[in-house]
């Protein structure tokens, strides 16, 4: 935890000192009031109030630093309790905990630069790629939150990572040369938690995470991007940490064990409007993971290609319709379990009363389990800093699917933004 609270010190000097050197500062702050309530189990999720503080500083040298941090205070704590460990978390990217209601997170630091030709961003960030919405196939430079599952927007469920990017032009393609020297994985919250994807055969959480070491496994990625013929066209390649682990259960020691393997990605997107109507694709093969058999709890390792196929539409005036269908496919497969796994998308989103109300419908179905998330969301712009909104979120299926298991979560929100 120390080096958790030394990184917010260090935030909350930097928004001090900084001012003093910069050009020009500017700030900007959201302030997040939400609950969350289960009806299927009569309890409430969170009743939460979180402050996003953002600082932009200019320099004379054109150079701009970019400071974002986090503070949130949850009255239930419930979604993560208590001040967990963070064991999927490097050091220097951990959060405080000031109490068990309580966390504060430098979120984002980094700063941006042009030297010639090249841009270079250098700091804690987040680095996106690929085309699709929700689904990674690409985007997996830094890893998820799942404190929540898969329920708020991605952009806050990534973990930001200290990282460093350059981009520079290279006859017609863009050049991204990317650095990750930052071990954070995937986190999932600790069993016993709302939405904790990790099983718990022994009823005291007792998790060993195997994480790798941030120098030596450094992650390493290079990014073509080009606009041809009217396509938006990537070809993709990374070499890193597969930030999902595999979790192993240690009967003898009464154990629960999470490790990670290194893997090859390649890959590529590909987009282009025609008309009203847009299309777009992404692909990426890993070299190597690891599965387990559901039944035997066999490991295997295989090969794993992953696509998404989207389209878009916007054809009616205040409506967006959108649609993809995302595929994985496991070049060897476990004796009792498939090669392959299905699920689709849809989307539609309308904007009434001068763009002041916007409703929105989102579905995810897994056509392997059977079971389905359903997000429904109205937005209400009161004034230009105040926005009101009420939703709710719907789990069906089978209890052991990938969103059945969370049917007696489904939940009611309601809350509101306020920025200034």
Do not use: C
Not at 197 to 212: A, S
Not at 246 to 272: F, P, V, W
Not at 330 to 347: K, V
């Amino acid at each position: 935890m120390v080096p958790a609270r030394y990184a917010f010190a260090a935030f909350l000097g930097l928004s001090i000192v900084m001012p003093v050197h910069a050009m020009e500062v500017n700030h900007a702050s959201i302030v997040d009031l939400e609950s969350a309530y289960a009806f299927e189990t009569g309890s409430w999720q969170k009743q939460e109030i979180v402050w996003r503080p953002e600082w932009v500083m200019r320099f004379a040298s054109g150079s701009r630093l970019t400071l974002i941090g986090e503070g949130r205070l949850d009255a239930r704590d419930e979604l993560d309790p208590g001040r967990p460990d963070q064991p999927f978390r490097a050091r220097y990217n951990r959060k405080g905990f000031p109490n068990d209601h309580m966390d504060v997170e430098l979120r984002e630091l980094f700063l941006d630069h042009y030297l010639g030709d090249a841009y270079v961003r250098l700091g804690k960030q987040q680095i996106v790629w690929g085309q699709a919405d929700g689904l990674r196939v690409l985007d997996v430079i830094n890893p998820l939150s799942y404190r929540e599952f898969i329920l708020p927007d991605i952009e806050h469920r990534r973990i930001p990572l200290w990282s460093a990017l350059v981009e520079f032009p290279l006859d017609v393609w863009t050049t991204q040369l990317v650095w990750v020297p930052d071990a954070t994985v995937t986190e999932t919250t600790l069993p016993g938690a709302t939405y904790s994807l990790i099983p718990d055969p022994f009823g005291d959480g007792r998790l060993q995470v195997n994480r790798p070491d941030s120098l030596e496994d450094s992650d390493l990625g290079i990014k073509l991007s080009s606009f041809q013929g009217g396509w938006d066209l990537s070809l993709n390649y990374l070499y890193h940490t597969i930030d999902d682990p595999l979790i192993r259960i240690d009967a003898a020691e009464q154990r629960i064990l999470a490790d990670y393997n290194r893997s090859h990605l390649i890959g590529g997107t590909a987009s282009k409007p025609f008309g009203d109507v847009t299309f777009r694709s992404e692909v990426g093969i890993e070299s190597k993971n690891r599965l387990q058999d559901s039944v035997t709890g066999q490991t295997t390792e295989t090969g794993i290609g992953s696509y998404v196929l989207g389209l878009d539409y916007s054809g009616l005036t205040d409506w967006f319709i959108s649609s993809q269908f995302f595929q994985t496919y496991r070049f060897t497969r476990t004796d009792n379990d498939g090669a392959s796994n299905e699920q689709i998308t849809f989307l539609v989103r309308h904007e009434a009363m001068n763009n002041a109300l916007m409703l929105e419908a989102l579905s995810i179905y897994d056509l392997d389990n059977e079971d389905s998330l359903i997000q429904l969301e109205a937005e209400y712009t009161a004034s230009t800093n105040v926005m009101l909104r009420v939703g709710a979120d719907l789990f069906f299926g089978d209890r052991v699917g990938t969103f059945g298991r969370f049917r007696e979560q489904s939940r009611l929100v309601t809350g509101f933004t306020l920025s200034f």
